[in-house]
């Protein structure tokens, strides 16, 4: 199957800092890429999709000036968390769909662990 | 609104027991399904999916589940239970196809020995 590599796979930041988070889709071009937000013991919630070469749609409730992505390839894209703060310590874990089409399936990155201290 | 309902937020079952992950949907169009396991630290892995045909559905490590449209559910199976099982089991929907996926809440899956 298609892989999706996520970098890193744990970060620790200080309070205040930003941190990029990156999303590559290794031997497939994704047009759209997901990215979800793991509380501990808790489900995955979407927070935003991002198409190649346009801007992201973000989720209801979800911080758009704090979780900043770029989707600039068709390879890549990547969040960044601005100015984080324990809050924002969470499992992040994006996905990407393979084709160009819209009935194809997404393929999910193994997680970035992110601890804010 | 489309929503999933996991029953069960842990099951525990014993090594070489059957093992039953329920799974319920609501979807206003025709959905796609899909059963993610996740271990420890690590992102999801596909365990199988519903799109059209067949309802029932093989997957990997010998799992299956089965789309019943009158229920709208989408349980998860596997007829004996290996310890490597143990992890965290996520039901999805996907409203109309491969759109955004709405997870369930999961559910923790143990086995013992």
Redesign the interface.
Known sequence: ?AV?S?HP??VICKSGTSVKIECRSLDFQATTM?WYRQFPK?????MA?SNEGSKATYEQGVEKDKFLINHASLTLSTLTVTSAHPEDSS?Y?C?A?DGQG??????????T?LTVV | AQSVTQLGSHVSVSEGALVLLRCNYSSSVPPYLFWYVQYPNQGLQLLLKYTTGATLVKGINGFEAEFKKSETSFHLTKPSAHMSDAAEYFCAVSPGGYNKLIFGAGTRLAVHP
């Open positions: 199957g999706v996520q796979s744990w997901f808790q489900s995955l919630m979407l999709t499992f874990i996905s769909r819209l009935n194809t399936e997404a393929f999910f990155g193994q997680g662990r």
